[in-house]
């Protein structure tokens, strides 16, 4: 085969490297063998698994080099790429098509020219400005050298450890710090941990947290540190009071890293991120962009997002390295599936949340479903809890939140591949999933979701959501709403509705003289089965105006206990 004239021959440069990066220059590689592809890194790793770093500190993941997924000999040997870390890019010159780079080992300047720039700078972490937070015991988790750093401080005798910030990588850190005995207490500014989730979803995760071992100091921030010398001490809270420890994780956030890309005049979409086009280009010729540092179009909203996740930005920069090399690929866009473990319980999420649903001007249905992950006759199942938010109207899935134990990401993927799909709550009944007893179900959960939603769907049962129950309670009217709980006696010492009457469901039929057929009437059970029955023998017996606890006191109990 012969190769590329050097006359002829494309430069293709790619700035940072990591999960976009990485994947953009190996796929330009691919697309073009003639190519000379350098990719500037300023970090000391071009390619390590970020995502592992958690793990890493709490010894699951036991050897460093596990992490190192790429080197920049390997990247030579196998793509024959050219890979500089420790190297800066400081400036972009889009007219002359080059880029300055400074070597963070010797200072020196270095200026190459392009034909086609790839932009993966991804993102920044939130370090606010507060006093103290420079200690060299206050932490970030972002890089392999932060991860060693913090095992060798666990390692060397740490006890106590604060991490600051509720999200994914905080809990991660959490998780990981109390597996490998620390007394951990995590801050979290938000009224809740997981603050993309709907409040009530995260009550698991809050109480396996708890079963942890882990303290939750939710709704306050921090206002700086106390520091003896350069070592930080406590951590100050909002409001006041300090929590003591030996070190300190921050999470509170990221930002897209767009400076550079600002600098050479590349357009910044709404969210933030480098503005581009479905081939990733932005809107200046010869530039791509890919992975945190960069919006999308969110598919079912379909508004500008930053979704930084390592999903979507291997796609974009296999996408980006693709077009850059000249070819023809899209990434149409993204929705944020997201999972995360804590504890036994594991947290997933796609597409929209309730919040997110209000701002994008939806309206929408929400249910919620507990089902086993298995057979309930094959031993072991354990108990999920499906949210879905669809579309009123159309039925179409707009998102799904999914929390538990076992088999939390199989129906997180699968309503994810709905949602990608287009699919409505009607198609969600009708899926043909894999059945087993040690597996799922004949009905399984995402199924039994469908079954639920679509019964509301087509006008089947008017259903109410435990936030809906209450502010109907709580309004004071007289006469109120009858609240009729159809579990057996022995379920009621769980706990009931305030003002429940207890109408056992074996029982309805010959009691239904105890109730007011002409009142509003909210039937419960534990979670929403049953009473969904009493929904269908009440309606066909004269009363008009029923409605079904969707979720029943499962989700009522989850509700109460996310609430401020």
């Given at each position: 085969?012969?190769?590329?004239?050097?006359?002829?021959?494309?430069?293709?440069?790619?700035?940072?490297?990591?999960?976009?990066?990485?994947?953009?220059?190996?796929?330009?590689?691919?697309?073009?063998?003639?190519?000379?592809?350098?990719?500037?890194?300023?970090?000391?790793?071009?390619?390590?698994?970020?995502?592992?770093?958690?793990?890493?500190?709490?010894?699951?993941?036991?050897r460093?080099?596990?992490?190192?997924l790429?080197t920049?000999?390997s990247?030579?040997?196998r793509?024959?790429?050219d890979?500089?870390?420790?190297?800066?890019?400081?400036?972009?010159r889009?007219?002359?098509?080059?880029?300055?780079?400074?070597?963070?080992?010797?200072?020196?300047?270095?200026?190459?020219?392009?034909?086609?720039?790839?932009?993966?700078?991804?993102?920044?972490?939130?370090?606010?400005?507060?006093?103290?937070?420079?200690?060299?015991?206050?932490?970030?988790?972002?890089?392999?050298?932060?991860?060693?750093?913090?095992?060798?401080?666990?390692?060397?005798?740490?006890?106590?450890?604060?991490?600051?910030?509720?999200?994914?990588?905080?809990?991660?850190?959490?998780?990981?710090?109390?597996?490998?005995g620390?007394?951990?207490?995590?801050?979290?500014?938000?009224?809740?941990?997981?603050?993309?989730?709907?409040?009530?979803?995260?009550?698991?995760?809050?109480?396996?947290?708890?079963?942890?071992?882990?303290?939750?100091?939710?709704?306050?921030?921090?206002?700086?540190?106390?520091t003896?010398?350069?070592?930080?001490?406590?951590?100050?809270?909002?409001?006041?009071?300090?929590?003591?420890?030996?070190?300190f994780?921050?999470?509170?956030?990221?930002?897209?890293?767009?400076?550079?890309?600002?600098?050479?005049?590349?357009?910044?979409?709404?969210?933030?991120?480098?503005?581009?086009?479905?081939?990733?280009?932005?809107?200046?010729?010869?530039?791509?962009?890919?992975?945190?540092?960069?919006?999308?179009?969110?598919?079912?909203?379909?508004?500008?997002?930053?979704?930084?996740?390592?999903?979507?930005?291997?796609?974009?920069?296999?996408?980006?390295?693709?077009?850059?090399?000249?070819?023809?690929?899209?990434?149409?866009?993204a929705?944020?599936?997201?999972?995360?473990?804590?504890?036994?319980?594991?947290?997933?999420?796609?597409?929209l949340?309730?919040?997110?649903?209000?701002?994008?001007?939806?309206?929408?249905?929400?249910?919620?479903n507990?089902h086993?992950?298995?057979?309930?006759?094959?031993?072991?199942?354990?108990?999920?809890?499906?949210?879905?938010?669809?579309?009123?109207?159309?039925?179409?899935?707009?998102?799904a939140?999914?929390v538990?134990?076992?088999?939390?990401?199989?129906?997180?993927?699968?309503?994810?591949?709905?949602?990608?799909?287009?699919?409505?709550?009607?198609d969600?009944?009708?899926?043909?999933?894999?059945?087993?007893?040690?597996?799922?179900?004949?009905k399984?959960?995402?199924?039994?979701?469908?079954?639920?939603?679509?019964?509301?769907f087509?006008?089947?049962?008017?259903?109410?959501t435990?936030?809906?129950v209450?502010?109907?309670?709580?309004?004071?009217?007289?006469?109120?709403?009858?609240?009729?709980?159809?579990?057996?006696?022995?379920?009621?010492?769980?706990?009931?509705i305030?003002?429940?009457?207890?109408l056992?469901?074996p029982?309805?039929?010959?009691?239904?003289?105890?109730?007011?057929?002409?009142?509003?009437?909210?039937v419960?059970?534990?979670?929403?089965?049953?009473s969904?029955?009493?929904?269908?023998?009440?309606?066909?017996?004269?009363?008009r105006?029923?409605?079904?606890?969707?979720?029943?006191?499962?989700?009522?109990?989850a509700?109460?206990?996310?609430?401020?």
């Amino acid at each position: 085969m012969s190769r590329t004239p050097e006359a002829d021959r494309k430069t293709i440069i790619v700035v940072g490297g990591v999960a976009a990066g990485a994947s953009a220059a190996a796929k330009a590689r691919r697309e073009d063998e003639g190519a000379e592809i350098i990719v500037f890194e300023r970090g000391e790793h071009v390619s390590f698994a970020n995502c592992g770093l958690p793990y890493f500190v709490g010894d699951e993941i036991k050897r460093r080099g596990a992490l190192l997924l790429q080197t920049p000999a390997s990247l030579k040997s196998r793509f024959n790429l050219d890979v500089l870390t420790r190297h800066e890019v400081t400036e972009i010159r889009p007219e002359a098509r080059q880029v300055v780079a400074r070597d963070l080992r010797t200072g020196a300047e270095v200026v190459r020219t392009y034909d086609r720039l790839i932009l993966a700078t991804g993102s920044r972490p939130v370090v606010p400005p507060l006093e103290g937070i420079g200690s060299r015991n206050v932490k970030l988790l972002r890089t392999v050298p932060e991860a060693e750093e913090l095992k060798e401080m666990v390692g060397g005798g740490a006890r106590r450890a604060v991490v600051v910030g509720a999200g994914f990588i905080g809990l991660e850190a959490a998780e990981n710090l109390a597996r490998r005995g620390l007394a951990v207490t995590v801050v979290e500014k938000a009224a809740q941990v997981l603050p993309p989730f709907d409040p009530e979803m995260v009550v698991p995760v809050e109480e396996s947290l708890r079963a942890m071992g882990v303290e939750l100091v939710i709704g306050r921030g921090i206002a700086g540190f106390e520091t003896n010398g350069d070592v930080a001490v406590g951590v100050r809270l909002d409001g006041g009071g300090t929590i003591a420890a030996d070190f300190f994780v921050l999470s509170i956030g990221a930002r897209p890293d767009v400076e550079l890309a600002k600098k050479a005049g590349v357009a910044i979409g709404p969210s933030g991120g480098i503005a581009v086009n479905e081939r990733l280009e932005t809107s200046v010729p010869g530039i791509y962009a890919a992975g945190d540092a960069v919006e999308v179009r969110h598919l079912v909203s379909g508004r500008p997002a930053w979704i930084p996740l390592a999903g979507p930005a291997n796609k974009q920069g296999r996408v980006a390295g693709a077009n850059a090399a000249g070819g023809s690929l899209t990434f149409k866009g993204a929705y944020g599936t997201s999972i995360v473990r804590v504890g036994k319980v594991a947290a997933a999420k796609t597409g929209l949340g309730e919040a997110e649903c209000l701002r994008a001007g939806f309206d929408y249905t929400v249910t919620y479903n507990h089902h086993g992950d298995h057979a309930g006759y094959y031993p072991g199942a354990e108990e999920l809890t499906i949210k879905i938010i669809s579309e009123r109207g159309t039925g179409r899935l707009l998102g799904a939140q999914v929390v538990g134990g076992r088999g939390v990401d199989k129906r997180a993927d699968v309503l994810a591949t709905a949602i990608y799909g287009g699919l409505t709550v009607e198609d969600l009944e009708q899926l043909d999933l894999a059945y087993a007893p040690p597996f799922g179900a004949a009905k399984d959960p995402v199924i039994m979701a469908g079954m639920t939603t679509a019964n509301i769907f087509r006008g089947q049962v008017v259903a109410v959501t435990p936030a809906e129950v209450a502010r109907l309670i709580e309004a004071g009217r007289s006469p109120g709403p009858q609240v009729v709980d159809v579990r057996d006696p022995r379920e009621w010492r769980e706990g009931t509705i305030p003002g429940a009457v207890g109408l056992p469901l074996p029982e309805l039929r010959e009691r239904l003289g105890e109730l007011d057929p002409a009142r509003e009437t909210i039937v419960y059970c534990r979670g929403g089965q049953r009473s969904y029955f009493a929904y269908r023998v009440l309606r066909q017996s004269g009363f008009r105006d029923v409605k079904n606890l969707t979720g029943g006191f499962l989700s009522w109990t989850a509700f109460q206990k996310s609430r401020p």
